[in-house]
């Protein structure tokens, strides 16, 4: 086969963390081919890791966007897929999509992973020794890739238009058929190849896919059998900008990453196949692939990047937990036996322990916000019970969210640690996130209600009340059913309606008309902060 290189791809490579790139050639590919300089020490002939040998598993974002929940559990699964079996996590930054690049999206990623507790192996931030980690950092790879298979005949340029590819679109909807390309120039001679170059014509360059069944083991779905050409034509390796596409920059990057395990979203299940076809054309094994199910919204819709309540960042802005999200997202298609339903709070050794890739499901599920709910619950006690240095950073985070929430009330704020955790103890069947112990209902655990004018019963009867409360004769254990019995004999003995006496402790207590009972209100403010703000409710303090 005569070969006809021509300049389409950039020389110099961003140090770095990826950025927006230019897309205007400077550097003719034969001239990189004959004098290359090596920026990959595996050989490129190398063979993947034999069976036995170290699992190496990758999470490859797109910088398109911030994580979602359905980026999660698949960064989740590969990580305990690595670690249930002693090997490495990696970190892949696939940034070939310029157009819908955004900038600083891949550290947002990689903070959410940390956030989130999982920590990769390798990635674009410490490096390892199969980097870069930022597919714009290896298009040297990638060039050096697509001669091979030039030179082999199982790849070619590809002059169509856009607007002739518009036009065959078109067509076969009209004749509802199957959208695809016709592999028109696959069947060019060198003679016109040569033409067309000369007149500098745009082209990319496209793979020969071959017409029979593809074949392939799904660790999760089983036996895939699928006839790829019957649904698309000769698919882009280099686009007509000399950027690589996603199939094949993520094909090569596999092999030289030395992956054994792909797991992803079953929506690319559709394209193993024609990775499967490009491993094979460079005489190399593919990975094995375990394509995970669909994370639904509750309404039964597909997740998206714009929606955000599936954001990370959402979750983090809300008081959810890390622990608990990972535990929130295991609910999502399996992956472990009914050992993990059986342990209050799941922690990340845990989750490594019982995960299992055959307990995968293969049906799609939707999300169960009220779980969520369940396990940051779990999560926060299991932090205050079994965990100290953990207990005292929520009390610390808990004491500074009180103090941002109410500035203007600085002074009178009860802030004491052992107060705190009292009521980190009490309101935990109560609240869903710690944000929920400053908002609504339970905000008058920190500052004094605003006094009312409603006069609901006497102030003498109040005053009365207030004395006393703050003495041990009349109620000597300050407790929620000591209190009750007190409440509803004093009102007895005062001749007061037990419902008018109640509504005028509620107002004077919280300033509420709903919340907690008085009792547990009483309760929790302790002896000291419930007849302060009785007598406060009388307007005799001064």
């Known amino acids: 086969m005569n070969l006809i290189f021509v300049t389409f791809w950039r020389t110099s490579l961003p140090r770095g963390l990826p950025k927006r790139l230019s897309t205007t050639p400077a550097t003719s590919f034969r001239s990189y081919c004959d004098h290359r300089t090596p920026v990959e020490t595996t050989p490129s002939n190398a063979k993947r890791p034999n069976d036995g040998e170290v699992v190496r598993v990758r999470f490859a974002p797109s910088p398109t966007g911030f994580m979602h929940l359905g980026g999660l559990r698949t960064a989740l699964y590969n990580y305990l897929y690595a670690k249930a079996h002693g090997g490495q996590f990696v970190l892949r930054i696939e940034d070939t999509d310029q157009e819908r690049f955004v900038e600083g999206a891949s550290e947002k990623l990689y903070a959410d992973l940390k956030w989130a507790g999982i920590e990769p192996d390798e990635d674009p931030f410490k490096g390892g020794p199969h980097g870069p980690y930022t597919q714009s950092q290896r298009y040297e790879i990638y060039k050096r890739e697509v001669k091979k298979l030039m030179e082999d005949g199982r790849a070619y340029y590809c002059f169509c238009t856009e607007r002739r590819l518009e036009l065959l679109r078109k067509e076969a909807l009209r004749l509802r058929q199957v959208p695809k390309y016709d592999n028109k120039c696959r069947h060019l001679t060198p003679g016109q190849v040569a033409e067309r170059l000369a007149k500098n014509d745009k082209f990319c360059i496209r793979f020969k896919l071959h017409s029979k069944g593809d074949e392939f083991q799904d660790a999760i779905f089983g036996k895939i059998v699928y006839f790829i050409a019957q649904q698309e034509g000769d698919p882009i390796l280099i686009k007509s900008d000399g950027f690589p596409t996603y199939h094949f920059a993520n094909v090569v990057d596999d092999h030289y990453m030395r992956i054994t395990h792909v797991l992803r979203g079953v929506e690319w299940q559709i394209s193993t196949p024609k990775h499967i ?41 809300n008081g959810t937990f890390p622990q608990a999200l990972l535990n929130y997202v295991t609910q999502s298609g399996g992956g472990f036996g009914r050992e993990l339903l059986e342990i209050t709070a799941p922690q990340l050794p845990d989750l490594v322990r019982l995960f299992d890739l055959k307990k995968i499901n293969t049906n799609s599920s939707r999300l169960n916000p009220e779980l969520l709910k369940h396990f940051n619950r779990a999560e926060i006690r299991h932090k205050l019970e079994n965990d100290s240095v953990a207990a005292e950073e929520i009390v610390r985070e808990v004491t500074e969210m009180v103090r941002k929430e109410f500035p203007k009330e600085s002074k009178q704020l009860q802030l004491e640690p052992e107060h705190v955790r009292e009521v980190l103890s009490w309101s935990l069947p109560r609240i869903d996130s710690l944000h929920d112990l400053v908002r609504g209902k339970l905000s008058f655990l920190w500052v004094l209600p605003k006094p009312t004018k409603e006069k609901i019963v006497d102030t003498d009867i109040l005053a009365l009340l207030a004395k006393n409360l703050s003495t041990e004769t009349d109620v000597p254990e300050f407790s929620k059913a000591e209190l009750s019995r007190f409440i509803k004999t004093f009102a007895e003995r005062n001749h007061l309606a037990f419902e008018k006496l109640m509504k005028a402790l509620r107002a004077g207590l919280s300033g509420l008309q709903e919340g907690p009972s008085v009792p547990e209100m009483m309760e929790i403010l302790g002896r000291e902060k419930t007849v302060q703000r009785i007598v406060l409710a009388t307007g005799r303090q001064k």
């Open 277 to 317: 076809q490009l491993f094979h054309a460079f005489g190399w094994r593919p990975p094995q692939y375990a394509h995970l199910p669909l994370i639904m919204n509750p309404n039964g819709t597909k997740l998206s990047k714009r929606q955000g309540d599936v954001q990370l960042e959402h979750y983090r802005n």
